[in-house]
């Protein structure tokens, strides 16, 4: 029982770049989660899912794509990367029903350039 | 508007003594109180939750965590930490119809020789 994987850890991206950052769990959660962590700011939800097929915005949605085809893997997608979201990522998820209890990823920290 | 606050961003303790790192939420109702620790580099691992009940809770790593309804705290304590203790610790709240936790800034724990 992996629990919520993340990969990569580590990513440096030029302006402009796109790229996917993977989550994939093994608990048959149906709740996952993207956060974004920056200094003093604790963490900012970016979008989450409810289940397989469906997904909303959370607080910080610009700029980020989301889909959710599987129960396992919630990928989170950079357009068009900015330094504004040089930051660490941190995807988690939730057993479903009526739970708010989250685990967590080991986070991708990502740099803008 | 529903928020957490956490209102030391650093406390600085030496080895042995007690600790208690304060939690304030505004919401009308009773929520869902989580208290997370990130040791760095490190993804988040829960602490201790509490849902309903007593409302002196117990979690891993001798750490307890009190909830006080008419001060709107849910403040953490150890009585004697050490140096393993020294992290980053986030109080989270669940008061969204969607299942989200609202999560304070947080407060970062250094141990004092």
């Known amino acids: 029982n992996a629990g919520v994987t993340q990969t990569p850890k580590f990513q440096v991206l030029k302006t402009g770049q796109s790229m996917t950052l993977q989550c994939a769990q093994d608990m048959n959660h149906e709740y996952m989660s993207w956060y974004r962590q920056d200094p003093g700011m604790g963490l900012r939800l970016i979008h989450y899912s409810v289940g397989a097929g469906i997904t909303d915005q959370g607080e910080v949605p610009n700029g980020y794509n989301v889909s959710r085809s599987t129960t396992e893997d919630f990928p989170l997608r950079l357009l068009s990367a900015a330094p504004s979201q040089t930051s660490v990522y941190f995807c988690a998820s939730s057993p479903s029903g009526n739970s708010y209890e989250q685990y967590f990823g080991p986070g991708t920290r990502l740099t803008v350039t | 508007a529903q928020s957490v606050t956490q209102p030391d961003i650093h406390i600085t303790v030496s080895e042995g003594a007690s600790l208690e790192l304060r939690c304030n939420y505004s919401?009308?109702?009773?929520?869902?109180l989580f208290w997370y620790v990130q040791s760095p580099g490190q993804g988040l691992q829960l602490l201790l939750k509490y849902f309903s009940g007593d409302t002196l809770v117990q979690g891993i790593k001798g750490f307890e965590a009190e909830f006080k309804r008419s001060q709107s705290s849910f403040n953490l304590r150890k009585p004697s930490v050490h140096w393993s203790d020294a992290a980053e610790y986030f109080c989270?709240?669940?008061?969204?119809?969607?299942?989200?936790?609202?999560w304070g800034a947080g407060t970062k724990l250094i141990i004092k020789p």
């Open positions: 919401y009308g109702a009773t929520p869902y």
């Open positions: 989270a709240v669940g008061m969204d119809s969607n299942y989200q936790l609202i």
